[in-house]
């Protein structure tokens, strides 16, 4: 089955840019979502078709995606940005298709 | 504005069977998919399936951890989405979000607050 790495954690001094990526095999074929999670609450759609961003989102938040690996890009990070971040794609090219979450990425604002 | 209620979770013995349900508001149910996303305490994001809307035939597809234990059914009158559990095992524990999908199946654009099932004897 498709696998999307992500790390563990990332961590950023607040008005730096944080990136965090996520790894798969070809991931560029894919389109690529990213979601939000803040403790205790349902996540968030961030980024969605590698690059698009939600209504009500800030234009902080981007994303790309070429070969293995995908990008988001949040920049001039605020505290409240402080969340676990985790990238989704669909996956059919396996011969049990079905939708793939990375492992997420807790992101500390120091 | 959208709005996704779980409900439906608890406490439920290994082998038993447990039905979520997830209404809908906001949004004009029947034309869009709707999923089912777990997660583990402690844990990341784990897809549980998804059913299309009627449009699409309303055809569902599920992950391989959950075929032919769990299924996913829609009442597109009463704006609800279901998931029966059965069979369950001790691993089946997690809170269970009911989301919205975008027009694309697999992006899920609005998510619920999710529901516990704890699977314990």
């Known amino acids: 089955s498709y696998v999307l790495t992500q790390p563990p954690s990332v961590s950023v001094a607040p008005g730096q840019t944080a990136r965090i990526t996520c790894g798969g095999n070809?991931?560029?074929?894919?389109?690529v979502h990213w979601y939000q999670q803040k403790p205790g609450q349902a996540p968030v759609l961030v980024v969605y078709d590698d690059s698009d961003r939600p209504s009500g989102i800030p234009e902080r938040f981007s994303g790309s995606n070429s070969g293995n690996t995908a990008t988001l890009t949040i920049s001039r990070v605020e505290a409240g940005d402080e969340a676990d971040y985790y990238c989704q794609v669909w996956d059919s090219s396996s011969d049990h298709p079905g939708v793939v979450f990375g492992g997420g990425t807790k992101l500390t604002v120091l | 504005e959208v709005q996704l209620v779980e409900s439906g979770g608890g406490l439920v013995q290994p082998g038993r069977s447990l039905r979520l349900s997830c209404t809908a508001s906001g949004f004009t149910f029947g034309d869009y998919a709707m999923s089912w996303v777990r997660q583990a305490p402690g844990k990341g994001l784990e897809w549980v399936g998804f059913?299309?809307?009627?449009?699409?035939?309303?055809?569902?597809e599920y992950a391989a951890s959950v075929k032919g234990r769990f299924t996913i059914s829609r009442d597109d009158s009463k704006s609800i989405a279901y998931l029966q559990m059965n069979s369950l095992k001790t691993e089946d524990t997690a809170v269970y979000y009911c989301?919205?999908?975008?027009?694309?199946?697999?992006?899920?654009?609005?998510w619920g607050q999710g529901t516990l099932v704890t699977v314990s004897s």
């Open positions: 989301t919205k999908s975008v027009t694309t199946v697999t992006t899920f654009d609005y």
């Open positions: 059913i299309r809307s009627k449009a699409y035939g309303g055809t569902t």
């Open positions: 070809n991931i560029g074929s894919k389109s």
